[in-house]
């Protein structure tokens, strides 16, 4: 609460005070109120993390007549919040420039995610069934995104030809709609996976069909650092500019099956050379 959060402040003396997300506006303004009150030296930052109305405008467009005004308006919303806190506090930290640039202030602090480098060892062997090409999408299945992503994905998966494919979705929490999925052929619904480098491993291709959202996909990250090739959209890819090259990008059904069938077609040419 905030008296305990003030008590905090006024008998520690703190320097700095660091808040995440503009969500917490209300406590943000409470401090700076209390710093001007009191006259205290104390810094105050927020880390934004990303546009939080980027993510609501982006979610917008996705949606039906109803849920797309209550998102437009969570988005206007959300960008005067976010322009109040940049103005009234001392400094501001987010995730990607592309966020940055969507609130429209130049002086944040960019604090781009990083994942560390598995290490390569002997119980992680590549997926050696040259009949099957493991498709693979993973993240936290109770958030929103993630399981619009998923079902979108699986509905693409019903279009492929049967018996090449195989399908892993992978994450903690999934929803009713996403364990549903896991009666269907070819779909594996793992959830929670303790050593994910080694599943992920034996994935194919990570395949990322996010409409939603905003910040930077840390999946992706850890798909470039696993060497797994990467079909993703341009939201997705828009976050990291210097890397989406080494990425496809697909915004469409048409796109993603493209890119799929055209590993398919890849893999077989590679293992026809290779003897």
Request: net charge neutral; hydrophobic share 40%.
């Amino acid at each position: 609460s905030w008296q305990e959060l003030r008590k905090l402040i006024i008998t520690n003396k703190y320097n700095i005070v660091i808040f995440q997300l503009v969500r917490l506006e209300y406590l943000i303004q409470k401090m700076v109120n209390l710093r001007n009150e009191l006259n205290l030296d104390i810094k105050i930052y927020c880390d934004f993390v990303d546009a939080l109305s980027l993510n609501m405008r982006n979610r917008a467009t996705t949606e039906s007549f109803f849920m797309k005004k209550l998102c437009q308006s969570e988005s206007q919303k959300l960008t005067l919040i976010e322009n109040k806190i940049y103005e009234t506090i001392d400094g501001s930290m987010i995730i990607s420039e592309r966020d940055a640039n969507y609130i429209g202030k130049d002086s944040f602090d960019i604090v781009p995610n990083g994942v560390a480098i598995p290490e390569r060892s002997a119980n992680l062997i590549r997926n050696s069934d040259k009949k099957i090409i493991n498709l693979a999408f993973w993240g936290n299945m109770s958030y929103y995104p993630n399981v619009k992503a998923a079902l979108y994905l699986a509905d693409l998966y019903s279009d492929l030809e049967k018996g090449k494919y195989k399908l892993h979705i992978i994450g903690a929490q999934p929803n009713k709609k996403i364990q549903a999925l896991n009666s269907r052929d070819g779909i594996i619904i793992h959830g929670y996976v303790e050593n994910l480098n080694s599943l992920l491993f034996n994935m194919d291709l990570a395949v990322f069909p996010i409409f939603d959202g905003s910040g930077l996909q840390n999946k992706v990250l850890e798909a470039f650092a696993l060497n797994i090739p990467v079909i993703t959209t341009n939201i997705v890819l828009d976050s990291m500019p210097r890397l989406k090259q080494y990425a496809m990008a697909a915004n469409n059904k048409e796109g993603f099956r493209y890119y799929i069938e055209s590993f398919d077609a890849c893999k077989d040419f590679t293992e026809h050379e290779n003897g």
